[in-house]
């Protein structure tokens, strides 16, 4: 029995991967989700400077300062992974070859979650790159009080993994969301309004606990935190657990969109 369901998973799997890697605008989107962060990153990178130390300036989060973009791209390729398939109606083929609908979405989250997490590796390290040679050289040095960017510091480390993290659970967040509404345009507006949205009116809100609420509970607000290396005390919400908000957020996705996957005709 459990033999026959990870041969029916490991199908599912290599039917997914088959799907996206032959799918032109699948390797487009990962190349974007790279290429985006990285620019953005280096310019932010670029336009800080620390002459005399003592600026209240995180330069690991400026270094991934272009996940804020980045992010974007990561939740289209999360709901085109099923919502292309709606829109075409090639979803009856998949329901046809591999019955299971719910084997079908982890297989789908599987694949989705190893590309962003592929893609973000990449885009974190060269955010990271662009950020040690151009922060130091603006004045962000041990002899201004701030430790060289590297993977040997701790809360570089950690706001590098992070980061990378944060892409792929966008990407399986947006997986989920695609499919519960189905349609693609609909679904990558309803993701980005999520995430994007949520700042704007937390900055807006005159009560300063609807405002800490939403830093704490928001997707994008609170799973960013993981970048966060400095001034820790005055964060909303700690970096793992942020992270972990992302998590429940991406994990609620997919268990309601498994369910409405199961009972709804395509």
């Excluded at 989700?33 to 800080?48: E, L, N, Q, R």
């Amino acid at each position: 029995m459990r033999r026959a369901a990870w041969s029916c998973l490991h199908e599912a799997l290599s039917a997914e991967w088959a799907k996206l890697r032959t799918r032109p605008g699948t390797f487009w989107l990962l190349a974007a989700v790279v290429g985006t962060t990285v620019a953005v990153s280096t310019t932010a990178a670029a336009a800080v400077s620390c002459p005399h130390g003592g600026c209240s300036v995180d330069p690991a989060r400026v270094s991934f300062t272009g996940i804020y973009l980045g992010q974007a791209v990561a939740a289209i390729l999360g709901v085109l992974a099923i919502g292309g398939e709606y829109s075409t109606g090639m979803i009856r083929a998949t329901f046809t070859a591999m019955p299971r609908r719910t084997t079908v979405l982890a297989a789908k989250a599987g694949i989705i979650g190893g590309l962003a997490l592929a893609a973000g590796a990449i885009a974190a390290a060269g955010s990271l790159l662009a950020g040690r040679v151009l922060l130091t050289g603006h004045g962000f040095t041990p002899a201004h009080g701030y430790p060289a960017l590297t993977l040997g510091d701790g809360p570089v480390l950690r706001a590098a993994v992070g980061s990378v993290l944060y892409l792929a659970l966008i990407a399986l967040l947006s997986l989920g969301l695609a499919t519960i509404i189905r349609d693609p345009a609909p679904a990558i507006g309803t993701v980005l309004g999520l995430l994007y949205l949520d700042p704007i009116i937390a900055a807006v809100l005159p009560s300063a606990h609807w405002h800490n609420v939403i830093e704490r509970y928001a997707p994008m607000t609170a799973g960013l935190a993981i970048q966060a290396t400095t001034n820790l005390s005055s964060l909303s919400i700690s970096p793992w657990d942020g992270l972990g908000v992302l998590a429940a957020w991406a994990a609620g996705a997919l268990l309601l969109g498994g369910l409405v996957f199961r009972v709804r005709d395509a």
